[in-house]
């Protein structure tokens, strides 16, 4: 068997591996990885070849799981579409911030229409939250739980559903260009020569996302939080997320300072480090990003330079 035959075999393997890694505690970080070796295969296979490799991975679970296999098959196929869109957009050559975006919207209509789903077939997410919480409280010492009441645990549980569109926006965008990231590396290693996207140094959010963050924040400090309120839920939403992509703005921001002053990486890195670790740290670097936007100080560095 030569390398061309045993490499597609080799991904099918570490697919259906991830998928087993469903069943251990290293789920928490598997579960990031699920479309890289989907996104391989049906980049550098035919279509009919890529359906035999993806098949055989599961059945290959199918005979090792016996009844529990429809868990992680189900798994697989939630990521199939996002994957083939990919895959589709790599073929063609297409630019890397495109591929991005189709991945990202894509991979959040399946989240939606899950929970649509699942809404549907009698599933409440609602109860599920408030049963989870109160197993979580119960493991909790005595001494502990007295501090946190019936009330607090309710509000902390609407407080999650409000922000499941939150969730669902982070976890595709982190999802897709982490998977961008990697199977671009291995398809480049095989000659074939994947867009990536712009040094983060040039990279620019446009000037209308400066006044939606201000009337945002404008609209937060006037009107009152109402748990129930659509108006207060899109806002708890979209603050967190602007505040998320400014600061991602000023990262980029440093790293452009650095790249014109001849300087290490060592603060942009020390930046990215510090939102990581302290993530009150996103809304200081998210006024730095908003400023780098509406003031274009770029511009003056490049002057001055």
Known sequence: MNQSQWKPLIWAFLHALLLLSIFSPLALLTIFLMMIPIVV????????????????????????????SVIPIAVS????????????????????????????VIMLAQLLLTLLIITLMGYNVMNELNQF?????????????????????????HLVVRLLPLYFICYSVFVVSLTHTLARRVLN?????????????????????????????????????????????????????????????AIAFLFYVAYHRGMSRALPVAGIAAV???????????????????????ERIRRTK
């Open 77 to 104: 196929l939630f990521y199939l579409p996002t994957s083939v869109v990919m895959g589709l957009l790599y073929r063609r050559r297409t630019p890397a911030r495109t591929v991005l975006t189709s991945g990202t």
């Open 41 to 68: 295969l049906f980049v550098q296979l035919s279509l009919p070849k890529f359906a035999a490799y993806y098949a055989a991975g599961l059945v290959l679970l199918l005979l090792i799981l016996h009844g529990v």
């Open 133 to 157: 919480m109160q197993e979580s409280l119960s493991a909790l010492p005595e001494s502990m739980r007295g501090y946190i009441t019936e009330e607090a645990r309710q509000q902390v549980v």
């Open 189 to 249: 290693r095989n000659k074939l020569q994947i867009p990536g996207l712009r040094p983060i140094r040039e990279w620019m959010l446009p000037k209308s996302l400066v006044w939606y963050f201000m009337v945002a924040l404008i609209l937060d400090f006037f009107i009152p939080d109402d748990i129930n309120s659509i108006l207060t839920m899109i806002l708890w939403n979209l603050i967190p997320l602007l505040t998320i992509a400014f600061s991602i703005q």
């Open 276 to 298: 990581i670790i302290f993530p009150f740290m996103q809304y200081i670097f998210s006024v730095l990003g908003v400023l780098d936007v509406a003031f274009g100080i770029r």
